[in-house]
């Protein structure tokens, strides 16, 4: 009965010491789904007021991508259709991936920021999405040295360049990932970005969708 | 203060040698991994969320509580002081974590690239969690039972205390 009274205590002055670290030092699990689907601000950024041009024609998709979470069960997006999503204020269609791609990272315009969020050592080396630069949790917390347009620079420099405002999109390897959801959060919580984006069907998806892959160590393959 | 425990189960001095090497064993890899969790919450609660076994509002609590009940109890072990309770709780434990890790070798859908049992340390066993992983904590384990059942032997706190004269036996004048 001693003992047991006295493990009590010890989970007591744990919870207590628990309690006090977590108020000095914030932590955040998941964040606030963005209010608007990615379409709708989309329109509202780019101001046409109509999104028709970006949905793919039915049949136009050569080869349709399965984005269904296979972990999720029901409640995921229809298999086949590539610009499904399963949740809209946190997923945005490879339509408008596609449009956001050719728009500003092709055209290296700045106005847009693709995110390989791949954590297992040497995937991104292998091949990864061209311009995607190499941001996962553990680079940004631990502040990793990253290089942006030729100048090296701590991630979370890096990541405070970024306007609230700017789309950004990340992937991890599709499927059932946890890599984008993590860091769309320490984005969304800790740096203040309101237009951060998952692409659910990840690395495969894109790749598959025909975007072009480069491999090495930087965005662009050198 | 009377001892815990009954006259026949106090231990010997080989088994009192021995009891101490099963808890410097579990203080020591329990403090290893509550100084790493500790040294960084946030990575640690997303290395919780991985395993898709607790909703988001007791992440946030185990996040914290686990490496502080961790420290708490390899420091209770390495003194031997409250060193039965603490065995208790460090079996609790790793029962849990040995719990966490098959769960997440039988669930085909959840993929756990990290143990993150020590942060981003590795000792023992590789990062991926598997059977290394639980053989290591099913030792741990019975030495933790080990530690419950005897007492943390001569060479403690405990025994110091109990071992103390009471004011009680004190010769009357």
Request: contains cysteine.
């Amino acid at each position: 009965m001693t003992s047991v009274m006295r493990a009590f205590s010890i989970i007591g002055v744990a919870m207590v010491a628990a309690l006090v670290h977590s108020w000095l030092v914030g932590i955040t699990i998941a964040a606030e789904g963005n209010e608007k689907t990615a379409q709708e601000r989309f329109e509202e950024l780019d101001g046409s007021g109509n999104g028709a041009d970006l949905v793919d024609p039915v049949g136009q998709d050569p080869d349709p991508i399965d984005q269904t979470d296979p972990a999720q069960g029901t409640g995921g997006p229809v298999v086949g259709d590539p610009n499904a999503v399963s949740d809209p204020s946190l997923h945005i269609p490879l339509s408008l991936v596609r449009k956001i791609y050719a728009d500003h990272i092709e055209q290296m315009t700045g106005e847009a920021l693709l995110i390989d969020a791949r954590g297992t050592e040497g995937v991104y080396e292998q091949g990864h999405i061209w311009g995607a630069e190499h941001i996962t949790t553990d680079i940004l917390m631990d502040d990793h040295p990253v290089s942006y347009a030729g100048v090296p620079m701590g991630a979370q420099e890096r990541m405070a360049l970024v306007s609230p405002d700017q789309w950004v999109i990340i992937y991890c390897g599709g499927g059932d990932c946890d890599e984008s959801e993590n860091l769309r959060t320490l984005l969304v919580d800790s740096f203040g970005l309101t237009n951060v984006w998952i692409f659910e069907a990840g690395y495969p998806g894109l790749e598959k969708a025909g975007l072009q892959t480069i491999g090495g160590s930087t965005p662009f393959g050198e | 203060m009377a001892s815990d425990l009954p006259e026949k189960r106090q231990p010997g001095a080989l088994l009192s040698l021995w009891l101490v090497v099963c808890r410097f064993a579990v203080a020591g890899l329990l403090g290893f991994a509550a100084y790493h969790k500790l040294q960084d919450p946030q990575e640690f609660a997303f290395a919780i969320k991985a395993y898709k076994i607790l909703p988001d509002h007791l992440i946030h609590v185990s996040a914290f509580a686990i490496p502080w009940l961790e420290a708490l109890v390899a420091l209770t072990l390495v003194m031997g002081l409250w060193a039965r309770a603490a065995a208790f709780l460090s079996a609790g434990l790793l029962v849990s974590f040995i719990f966490a890790i098959a769960s997440v070798m039988i669930r085909a859908d959840v993929e756990v690239s990290e143990c993150s049992c020590f942060g981003e340390a590795v000792i023992i066993c590789d990062k991926e969690p598997g059977w290394c992983h639980i053989i290591q904590n099913t030792v741990l384990l019975a030495f933790s039972l080990m530690v419950a059942y005897w007492g943390p032997g001569r060479l403690s706190m405990d025994h110091m205390v109990a071992s103390a004269p009471s004011p009680d036996d004190a010769p009357q004048a």
